[in-house]
């Protein structure tokens, strides 16, 4: 039985990795870009990926060639490829042990709708499914689309999936990270027009987990927050003055 080399494992084609067209006619030749969707369209196992211009390309695998981790194409890892595949394998159960991902069993409600809410019945990744009673209509979201009910008097709590900080080799200085203000929370000009009981958040911090976590006037939790969320809530208080923030 063969064995794939951690290279092989690593920079097989998938969503995330750069990819560079070196055979078919279709696609021009050297003509790189990420690739978004990996699957089979009919006509054998194929890639989608976006040029630098934003431009959509179709090809079959067999004409790429991958990289990643800021690497070029054809550039091994300093310290090898067996290293890295460590160094990634600790990164995504890092990310794992602080991500909070809805459960079987969990109790939750659409955001959208707080009237729709019911037991989760399955889940997988950041997809749910969950039904008001046993013989009920299923109702399917998004990890982002729900949030957790909790028993009184812990109220909501919101689901995180931490994205794994994987290694970077690229030679390219890092841009500065901008904070979006078209984040979870689009549009709020004050904390306090937020439901109960997130109207009555005052501090932004992270707990011994890392995981960011919003915090009422006494300090008692109000829920967890992804981290853009949290850097968002951040933007509000500071620019309202309405408490103080630790983030």
């Known amino acids: 039985m063969y064995i794939r080399t951690a290279k092989e494992r690593l920079i097989e084609p998938d969503k995330g990795l750069r990819c560079k067209v070196v055979k078919g006619r279709k696609v021009p030749l050297a003509t790189e870009g990420v690739i978004f969707w ?7 196992t194929s890639v989608g990926f976006k040029d630098s211009s934003g431009v959509t390309h179709w090809t079959a695998i067999g004409n790429i060639i991958t990289t990643g981790f800021g690497l070029d194409f054809g550039e091994d890892p300093p310290n090898g490829w067996d290293e890295l595949a460590l160094q990634v394998l600790k990164a995504k159960e890092d990310a794992k042990k602080l991500s909070h991902l809805p459960e079987i069993g969990h109790t939750v409600a659409l955001v959208s709708d707080p009237k729709n809410a019911g037991m989760v019945f399955w889940a997988e990744g950041t997809r749910l499914g969950f039904k008001r009673s046993k013989n009920a209509e299923p109702t399917w979201a998004e990890l982002d689309g729900v949030v957790r009910i909790l028993l009184p008097p812990k109220g909501i709590s919101v689901y995180v999936l931490e994205e ?11 841009e500065k990270e901008l904070i979006s203000e078209e984040n979870a929370i689009k549009g709020l000009k004050s904390i306090t ?15 011994e987990k890392g995981i960011w976590v919003a915090l009422d006037s006494e300090g008692d939790l109000v829920t967890l927050l992804p981290r853009e969320t949290a850097l968002e ?12 923030v630790t983030p």
């Open 164 to 174: 794994p900080v994987l290694p970077n080799f690229s030679k390219k200085p890092l």
């Open 38 to 44: 990996v699957g089979d369209r009919g006509y054998g």
């Open 193 to 207: 027009d937020l439901p109960e009981p997130l109207c009555n958040i005052r501090q932004i911090t992270k707990n």
């Open 233 to 244: 809530v951040c933007r509000i208080l500071e620019s309202k003055g309405e408490e103080g």
